[in-house]
Every structure is written in structure tokens, then in C-alpha cells.
């Protein structure tokens, strides 16, 4: 195209009547080649040099391009003509023109190339990216074994590139489970079956975090977690219970404790600290210095610790109102590994309420934390009711939950103040939804809207930590279907 010299000459084939279409996207022989450019024939046709003397190397016909000065460059050329020294000048301009408008076309073909280098991912690179990102948002020992339906749907496709669609179709692979066959051979991801050991893909069970796809994506994770740290402003809080202990006063008397050293001197949060709320680590702390100073670890077996009488009161003495059915006597000796439990088994135990990020203490008390109660009974013709209590003890107001549930769920909800069957603390409320909602209650509490396949639950603004929420199915509700243990009464 845009060389005027033909490339080939030829016969058009007989057959071909003048209305029938020939060219590009048509099939079979319309054309008979005769000759073509640089055979024989064509070269018969060029003009013979015009000195006698010059050499065939200085013959413009016969350096391999037939008198087209420019052919192997792959430029566009004018046609063979032998030019005097009077048209020169003027072949010369026609030449340059021409080499302008080809150094056009080359620049145009390297922009079009640039084009191609940006035009995005594969569908293939989108759907790595994103299982690689998904795996890195998951903890390896808190999040897995994980089914692979709930992987894809609640997790890969919401780490996806921003801007990008994750289309299984247009990939090579055509299902996820193609896909996921090959990163299992490539050492990635770590697969199991399901209970019904049918399906050797159904579970993912965890992945390699040391596999050259995914480190980038887990250190981003990680600057990720640090942001959150050093910005809490920008991240949604969320709730957390922790575990406390309190030596009682009576074992500071039997152990000869210092009553400063069972207070929390050290702790981080000026809530607790100089408090007896003690952490499990510091509790254990207390119980190594009283061996230590006692010189109980026996020599024979630095393992093992010679439980001395105030030690062993303290581990195995029963109360006066305790019944004697047991009247094994206590061991002389254990490890510490089986002290422990032991030890922190007969401390009063307390709990705090963490605001998280930022570990602020809301709240410090005795006991055991407060439940949130998810009931759901039954009641005639197969109908269902689902009552929740005890979302004043984290400070949410049980009217606004009413009415956010009521508009998330579409369903029917009221506020009772006084329950038949129940009798509630004061200023507390019931909500009554009608129907089974315990999926859906629990995740929108405790803000994990992978609970549940329900968009009611989703962007919730609770989050609850999950060990306060109580679950209980009366009789005649159906089971769950989450592994989640929960109540039966």
C-alpha cells in the first residue's frame, strides 16, 4: 500500500464474474500470478546501466532490491526510474518526502505499541492479583480451613484491582476451580475435600507465605495494618474482650505475696494500671517468682516443681462447703505446664472492654463479660421469632437496632420493655423479629458480613466481639448451618 510499483501481475481467473467480490475475507483463486516483482521476467524489463564502465555493485538494479533504493529498509519507494543529473535535486525532495511520511508511519506504529503496553491486565493477571491479595487479608491460623465457594464469592472478588472485573469466562481457566488446580501445583494455595470427601477442592486450608506471587501482597498488607495503627481515625473501631484474673486476698496471705507485686504496675493502659486486674502472662508471672523464691523446682528434674503446703492449699484445698466426694490426695510434684491452668482456674476472674484500634479500656469488672442473647423459638404453623437482649451492656440503644434491622432485613420488628417470659434489667429492652434472623442478627452485631449471604448485614456499624454473643435455638428451630457451636435447650 502506497507503493505504486506492483508487487505482482496476474490473470484474472475466468470464473470470477465482475459483481463477485474479491479481496479481504473472501476464499479461493481469483488471480493467476504471471510474473512478480524481482524474477526474471521483471528484471528483463529494467533499464541497462548507462556507463559501460560502471561496476555491477554501483548498479542501482542490482544491489537485492531491483532499482528500489529503500526495499530492504522496508520503505516506501518510487518507481524504477533511472533520473538524469537534472532531476536529481528533485528525485532526492520525492525520496525525503517519502522518508518523512515513513519516519510517520513508524512513529505512529510505536505509538500504537505503546497503546498495546498499556492496555491493562489479562482477565487471567486480574484474577491472580486478586487471589493473591484475598490470601494476604486472611490469617493462616484464624481464617482457614475456608470453602472455596465462600473464598471466591466473599473474598477474592472483593480484592479485585480497582477498576477491574473479575470474569472467569474470558480466562483460560473458564471455572475457578481450574485455576485453582494449577496455583495448588505451583506450591500456592493448600487444598482439602469437604466432610463428604467428594470434592478434593471444596476446602482451602491455607496458602505459602513464602511463595515469590504473594510476598508483595502480604508486605502491603502490612503497611496496611501499620496505617491503621499509627491512623485509627481513618479505620472503624471495633470492641474486644480480654480475659483478667484477680489473685484473691486470701492467697496473698497463704503465699506471703507482696501486695504490690499482684497489681498490674506495669501494664500499658492507665485504666488498669496499679489495678489487681491482671493479664493471664502476668498472673502466670506471679506464680514463677513464688517457685522461684521457694526454691521449689526439683533439682533432680528442673521440669518439675515441688508443690510445698501453701502452694498446694492454694491448688487443690477445697472450700468448707465444697462435698467430699473425692479424696485423692493432691500430687507432690507437676510441671508448670500442668500448674498453670490449675493456678489460673482458682483466681476470681475479671474481664475488660477494649475499644480497638488504640486499646482503649472501656470498661474494667469482676466476673465473667456480659452476653448478648440471640433466642429464637417457635411458635404455631412452623413460624419463627427471633429476640435479642443485652445489647445495652456495649452501649447500643434498642430501639435504633430495631429500626436498623427492620430496614436491613425487611422484616417485622418491635421493642418490648416487658416480656412476658423474661425479666430484664432495668432500662434494658427486648427486640422481637419475626422469623429465623440468627444468621443475619449475629452478623451485623459483630460487623462479619461473611456470616451470612444476606446484603442486610453488609457496612454494619456494630461490631461486637464474638465471644459476647450467646446464641440459643429453642426446640423446633432448625439447625444452623454454620459449624459454630451454639446452645440447644
Same mark, same amino acid.
Given at each position: 500500500?502506497?507503493?505504486?510499483?506492483?508487487?505482482?501481475?496476474?490473470?484474472?481467473?475466468?470464473?470470477?464474474?465482475?459483481?463477485?467480490?474479491?479481496?479481504?475475507?473472501?476464499?479461493?483463486?481469483?488471480?493467476?500470478?504471471?510474473?512478480?516483482?524481482?524474477?526474471?521476467?521483471?528484471?528483463?524489463?529494467?533499464?541497462?546501466?548507462?556507463?559501460?564502465?560502471?561496476?555491477?555493485?554501483?548498479?542501482?538494479?542490482?544491489?537485492?532490491?531491483?532499482?528500489?533504493?529503500?526495499?530492504?529498509?522496508?520503505?516506501?519507494?518510487?518507481?524504477?526510474?533511472?533520473?538524469?543529473?537534472?532531476?536529481?535535486?528533485?528525485?532526492?525532495?520525492?525520496?525525503?518526502?517519502?522518508?518523512?511520511?515513513?519516519?510517520?508511519?513508524?512513529?505512529?506504529?510505536?505509538?500504537?505499541?505503546?497503546?498495546?503496553?498499556?492496555?491493562?491486565?489479562?482477565?487471567?493477571?486480574?484474577?491472580?492479583?486478586?487471589?493473591?491479595?484475598?490470601?494476604?487479608?486472611?490469617?493462616?491460623?484464624?481464617?482457614?480451613?475456608?470453602?472455596?465457594?465462600?473464598?471466591?464469592?466473599?473474598?477474592?472478588?472483593?480484592?479485585?484491582?480497582?477498576?477491574?472485573?473479575?470474569?472467569?469466562?474470558?480466562?483460560?481457566?473458564?471455572?475457578?476451580?481450574?485455576?485453582?488446580?494449577?496455583?495448588?501445583?505451583?506450591?500456592?494455595? &493448600? *487444598?482439602?475435600?469437604?466432610? #463428604?470427601?467428594? @470434592?478434593?477442592?471444596?476446602? %482451602? =486450608?491455607?496458602?505459602?507465605?513464602?511463595?515469590?506471587?504473594?510476598?508483595?501482597?502480604?508486605?502491603?498488607?502490612?503497611?496496611?495494618?501499620?496505617?491503621?495503627?499509627?491512623?485509627?481515625?481513618?479505620?472503624?473501631?471495633?470492641?474486644?474482650?480480654?480475659?483478667?484474673?484477680?489473685?484473691?486476698?486470701?492467697?496473698?496471705?497463704?503465699?506471703?505475696?507482696?501486695?504490690?507485686?499482684?497489681?498490674?504496675?506495669?501494664?500499658?493502659?492507665?485504666?488498669?494500671?496499679?489495678?489487681?486486674?491482671?493479664?493471664?502472662?502476668?498472673?502466670?508471672?506471679?506464680?514463677?517468682?513464688?517457685?522461684?523464691?521457694?526454691?521449689?523446682?526439683?533439682?533432680?528434674?528442673?521440669?518439675?516443681?515441688?508443690?510445698?503446703?501453701?502452694?498446694?492449699?492454694?491448688?487443690?484445698?477445697?472450700?468448707?462447703?465444697?462435698?467430699?466426694?473425692?479424696?485423692?490426695?493432691?500430687?507432690?510434684?507437676?510441671?508448670?505446664?500442668? &500448674? *498453670?491452668?490449675?493456678?489460673? #482456674?482458682?483466681? @476470681?476472674?475479671?474481664?475488660? %472492654? =477494649?475499644?480497638?484500634?488504640?486499646?482503649?479500656?472501656?470498661?474494667?469488672?469482676?466476673?465473667?463479660?456480659?452476653?448478648?442473647?440471640?433466642?429464637?423459638?417457635?411458635?404455631?404453623?412452623?413460624?419463627?421469632?427471633?429476640?435479642?437482649?443485652?445489647?445495652?451492656?456495649?452501649?447500643?440503644?434498642?430501639?435504633?437496632?430495631?429500626?436498623?434491622?427492620?430496614?436491613?432485613?425487611?422484616?417485622?420488628?418491635?421493642?418490648?420493655?416487658?416480656?412476658?417470659?423474661?425479666?430484664?434489667?432495668?432500662?434494658?429492652?427486648?427486640?422481637?423479629?419475626?422469623?429465623?434472623?440468627?444468621?443475619?442478627?449475629?452478623?451485623?452485631?459483630?460487623?462479619?458480613?461473611?456470616?451470612?449471604?444476606?446484603?442486610?448485614?453488609?457496612?454494619?456499624?456494630?461490631?461486637?466481639?464474638?465471644?459476647?454473643?450467646?446464641?440459643?435455638?429453642?426446640?423446633?428451630?432448625?439447625?444452623?448451618?454454620?459449624?459454630?457451636?451454639?446452645?440447644?435447650?
Amino acid at each position: 500500500e502506497g507503493n505504486p510499483q506492483p508487487f505482482a501481475v496476474g490473470i484474472l481467473d475466468p470464473k470470477v464474474t465482475p459483481t463477485e467480490p474479491v479481496g479481504p475475507g473472501t476464499t479461493g483463486i481469483a488471480v493467476h500470478v504471471q510474473t512478480m516483482y524481482g524474477d526474471d521476467l521483471w528484471r528483463q524489463q529494467l533499464p541497462t546501466p548507462t556507463s559501460s564502465t560502471e561496476s555491477e555493485s554501483d548498479s542501482p538494479f542490482d544491489l537485492g532490491h531491483y532499482g528500489n533504493a529503500g526495499f530492504l529498509e522496508g520503505q516506501i519507494v518510487a518507481p524504477v526510474v533511472r533520473s538524469t543529473n537534472e532531476d536529481e535535486a528533485t528525485g532526492d525532495a520525492n525520496i525525503g518526502e517519502l522518508d518523512g511520511g515513513e519516519a510517520g508511519n513508524e512513529t505512529a506504529g510505536a505509538e500504537e505499541e505503546d497503546e498495546d503496553e498499556e492496555a491493562g491486565p489479562t482477565p487471567e493477571e486480574i484474577l491472580h492479583q486478586a487471589t493473591c491479595a484475598a490470601l494476604a487479608h486472611l490469617h493462616l491460623k484464624r481464617d482457614f480451613p475456608i470453602n472455596m465457594a465462600q473464598f471466591y464469592s466473599q473474598h477474592v472478588l472483593k480484592h479485585r484491582p480497582e477498576g477491574s472485573t473479575v470474569e472467569l469466562k474470558k480466562t483460560r481457566y473458564k471455572k475457578f476451580g481450574a485455576y485453582i488446580q494449577e496455583q495448588v501445583n505451583r506450591d500456592l494455595i &493448600i *487444598v482439602g475435600p469437604d466432610a #463428604s470427601k467428594k @470434592d478434593p477442592l471444596a476446602m %482451602l =486450608v491455607g496458602y505459602n507465605p513464602r511463595h515469590e506471587d504473594i510476598i508483595p501482597y502480604i508486605k502491603e498488607r502490612k503497611e496496611e495494618q501499620k496505617n491503621e495503627v499509627d491512623n485509627p481515625q481513618n479505620t472503624t473501631t471495633r470492641l474486644a474482650l480480654a480475659e483478667l484474673y484477680i489473685i484473691p486476698n486470701h492467697f496473698v496471705d497463704l503465699m506471703r505475696l507482696d501486695k504490690a507485686a499482684v497489681k498490674a504496675a506495669n501494664a500499658s493502659s492507665e485504666e488498669r494500671k496499679n489495678t489487681g486486674f491482671l493479664t493471664s502472662k502476668e498472673s502466670k508471672t506471679i506464680l514463677d517468682n513464688y517457685i522461684d523464691r521457694e526454691n521449689l523446682v526439683n533439682p533432680s528434674n528442673k521440669g518439675q516443681v515441688i508443690l510445698d503446703g501453701p502452694l498446694t492449699d492454694a491448688l487443690f484445698k477445697k472450700s468448707k462447703n465444697a462435698k467430699k466426694s473425692d479424696d485423692t490426695p493432691p500430687p507432690a510434684k507437676m510441671t508448670r505446664k500442668q &500448674i *498453670v491452668p490449675i493456678w489460673q #482456674s482458682r483466681l @476470681d476472674l475479671a474481664y475488660a %472492654l =477494649v475499644e480497638l484500634p488504640g486499646n482503649t479500656v472501656l470498661k474494667l469488672a469482676r466476673g465473667t463479660p456480659p452476653k448478648v442473647t440471640i433466642e429464637v423459638s417457635q411458635r404455631q404453623s412452623r413460624k419463627f421469632v427471633t429476640r435479642l437482649r443485652g445489647m445495652e451492656y456495649y452501649r447500643i440503644n434498642g430501639a435504633e437496632l430495631r429500626q436498623q434491622m427492620a430496614q436491613r432485613f425487611a422484616c417485622a420488628a418491635t421493642v418490648e420493655e416487658n416480656p412476658v417470659d423474661y425479666k430484664l434489667p432495668k432500662d434494658h429492652v427486648e427486640v422481637q423479629l419475626q422469623g429465623n434472623w440468627v444468621d443475619e442478627v449475629e452478623a451485623l452485631l459483630v460487623g462479619d458480613e461473611s456470616l451470612t449471604s444476606h446484603g442486610g448485614a453488609k457496612n454494619s456499624p456494630y461490631h461486637l466481639p464474638p465471644n459476647a454473643v450467646d446464641v440459643v435455638l429453642r426446640k423446633g428451630v432448625p439447625a444452623r448451618k454454620r459449624r459454630a457451636p451454639v446452645k440447644k435447650k
